[in-house]
C-alpha cells in the first residue's frame, strides 16, 4: 500500500525546490519537470490520487511559494513582455484534464 502522506511530503518538496528556482532563475530545468511529471503520472496510474486531490496538493504549495493561485500567476506573467515557456510548471494533463486512467 503506498503511503499518501508520504506521497504528499515529497511532492511538497519536490515542488517547493522547483518554485524556488522558478523565482530565481525565471526558468525551470527540463529534467526537473520530467520527474516532477513523472512523479504526478505514477500516481494517477496507481489511482493513489485523482485528479482533484492532486490538484488540490499542487495549488496549496503554488499559493503559498508565490502568493497567487496558478491562475493569478499565469495571467500576470502573460501580462509581461517576456513570458518564459518554462513557466508552465503543472504537467500538461493535469492542466487540460486528461484521464490517464480509463475507468
Known amino acids: 500500500m503506498i503511503n499518501k ?3 504528499t511530503e515529497i511532492l511538497t518538496q519536490l515542488l517547493n525546490e522547483h518554485y524556488a528556482e522558478i523565482k530565481r532563475k525565471s526558468s525551470v530545468s527540463k529534467d526537473r519537470q520530467k ?3 513523472g512523479y504526478l503520472t505514477a500516481a494517477r496510474a496507481l489511482n493513489v490520487f485523482d485528479y482533484e486531490e492532486l490538484k488540490e ?3 496549496k504549495i503554488h ?3 508565490f502568493g497567487k493561485t496558478i491562475k493569478e500567476r499565469k495571467k500576470s506573467d502573460l ?3 517576456s513570458l518564459d515557456d ?4 503543472i504537467p ?3 492542466r487540460e484534464g486528461i484521464n490517464l ?3
Open 5 to 7: 502522506k508520504r506521497y
Open 35 to 37: 520527474y516532477i511529471d
Open 57 to 59: 496538493v499542487i495549488d
Open 63 to 65: 499559493l503559498k511559494a
Open 79 to 81: 501580462s509581461e513582455p
Open 86 to 89: 518554462g513557466l508552465l510548471d
Open 92 to 94: 500538461t494533463y493535469i
Open 101 to 103: 486512467v480509463e475507468g
